[in-house]
């Protein structure tokens, strides 16, 4: 068995022929992304690229929501799970100095290169998918929602511009993602899917069938066609200026962590995790 199979935060399985399925398997957490999780996926992506018996991957998430984004409590240091793969280096520096290269890593590195993997990718969403928890679904190829599924990124509570794989104004255009943004409120499925962002709404239950089914047949086609096309629609976006765009928002990113260090001491305003703690709650209250 391979070695790397041994998962703590996400489970790996083959549940069809020619697709391999990448599931998060932390509910109790509502999937939040620590350091071990995106070394996981990254390393599970590996096995499924590396495996000509695969033809298509499925990223799907237990529990009723997709992932509440970064791990606010992880604690744990880049170097103690494994040797980085993408190696910018100068983790260890203090300040925003080896924050930015932290994140240089484990965000925009690892997004990037899921981004440009030469197999088909498939997300299924449920529930909430906040702020990070939006990088596990944009770097990938088709988004299926569930009919509960909704998408936000509200850390301008945090004093910062959006999460680190700034890809929000190619994903909804322009002004959607301001309002996104500014003031921190979901997209729903349904308003996703009218937006382009999202390919297909089906009911909670039907989620997992319909992505299996959308899975086999893509899977069913040649590698070589899947790669190419693949490849094609996202050259076309890099034409449009994607890889610079998200870089600009990067480099703004770290901005807003430095100015967080110079005021408050810590790289996000901490009162913005109360702020979006108490929106949450508010729309639960809505919701009952
Ligand atoms: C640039 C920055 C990017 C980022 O991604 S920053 C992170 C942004 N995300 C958030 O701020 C999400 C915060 N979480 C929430 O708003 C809520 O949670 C939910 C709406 C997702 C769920 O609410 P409910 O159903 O009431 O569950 P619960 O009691 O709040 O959470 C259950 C357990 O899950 C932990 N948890 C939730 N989100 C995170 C997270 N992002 N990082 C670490 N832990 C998280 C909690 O603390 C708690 O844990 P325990 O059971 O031990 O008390």
Redesign the pocket.
């Given at each position: 068995m391979d070695d790397r199979l041994a998962f703590e935060d996400i489970r790996y399985d083959r549940p069809a022929a020619r697709v391999a399925r990448i599931t998060l398997a932390r509910p109790?957490?509502?999937n939040?992304q620590g350091l071990r999780m995106l070394y996981e996926i990254n390393d599970a992506l590996d096995i499924a690229m590396e495996d000509d018996d695969v033809n298509v991957v499925i990223v799907a998430a237990d529990g009723?929501?997709f992932s509440?984004?970064?791990?606010?409590?992880?604690r744990s240091r880049i170097g103690d799970l494994r040797l980085p793969v993408l190696g910018f280096g100068g983790y260890r520096h203090p300040g925003p100095q080896g924050h930015m290269s932290r994140e240089q890593e484990v965000y925009l590195g690892f997004c990037w290169r899921w981004r440009n993997l030469p197999k088909p990718i498939i997300v299924a969403v449920q529930g909430?998918a906040?702020?990070?928890?939006l990088m596990l679904i944009w770097p990938f190829d088709l988004i299926i929602a569930a009919d509960d599924a909704e998408f936000s990124d509200?850390?301008v509570a945090?004093g910062?511009n959006?999460?680190?794989f700034f890809v929000h104004a190619f994903e909804l255009g322009h002004r959607k993602a301001k309002q996104m943004l500014l003031t921190g409120e979901p997209i729903r499925a349904e308003e996703a899917k009218a937006l382009g962002m999202v390919n297909e709404v089906v009911p909670r239950a039907e989620l997992e069938g319909f992505t299996l089914a959308m899975a086999e047949k893509i899977a069913s086609r040649p590698a070589i066609g899947l790669k190419t096309a693949k490849m094609s629609v996202n050259q076309s976006m890099d034409a449009q200026g994607l890889w610079n765009a998200i870089q600009s928002a990067f480099n703004l990113?770290q901005f807003g962590h430095a100015n967080n260090y110079a005021l408050h001491g810590q790289l996000?305003d901490p009162a913005g995790?109360e702020t979006?703690?108490r929106e949450?709650?508010a729309s639960?209250k809505d919701e009952a």
């Open positions: 109790d957490k509502h939040a009723k929501n509440s984004g970064h791990d606010l409590s992880d909430k906040i702020a990070g928890g509200p850390v945090f910062m959006g999460h680190e990113h996000v995790l979006i703690r949450a709650r639960r």
